[in-house]
């Protein structure tokens, strides 16, 4: 069985900046759980479909974002392949929501959740104007 971990929610004023992190626990992927994984973050607020944020390559750190992300949050990998982090800055009341992180099997930077494997159970978010 294998989890994923979100940390670092909270209740942020607008502006601030917030870290995400989202870590493997459980029955391991291997010595490096995100090595040969797509990592992605993903929000939902109340009454919306869930949205995609960002994602990441975990054996090269390529990434994409989404345009109303862009500029603003950025997606990255630790070295040693086990945490994922969502740095967040500039953050607006729009960004409110439940943010998830997700696991994939290979390689490809999917938008799509429906692509996604393994979820965390969630962290919330919530910026205050």
């Known amino acids: 069985q294998v989890h994923l971990v979100e940390s670092g929610g909270g209740l942020v004023q607008a502006g601030d900046s917030l870290r995400l992190a989202c870590a493997a626990s459980?029955?391991?992927?291997?010595?490096?759980?995100?090595?040969?994984?797509?990592v992605g973050w993903f929000r939902q607020a109340p009454g919306q479909n869930r949205e995609f944020v960002a994602a990441i390559r975990g054996s090269t750190g390529t990434t994409n974002h989404a345009d109303s992300v862009q500029g603003r949050f950025t997606i990255f990998i630790d070295n040693a392949k086990t945490t994922v982090y969502l740095q967040m800055n500039s953050l607006k009341v729009e960004d409110t929501a439940i943010y998830y992180c997700a696991a994939r099997s290979g390689e490809f930077l999917i938008v799509a959740a429906t692509a996604y494997d393994f979820w965390g159970q969630g962290t919330q978010v919530t910026v205050s104007s």
């Open positions: 459980g029955q391991p992927f291997g010595s490096q759980p995100f090595g040969s994984k797509t």
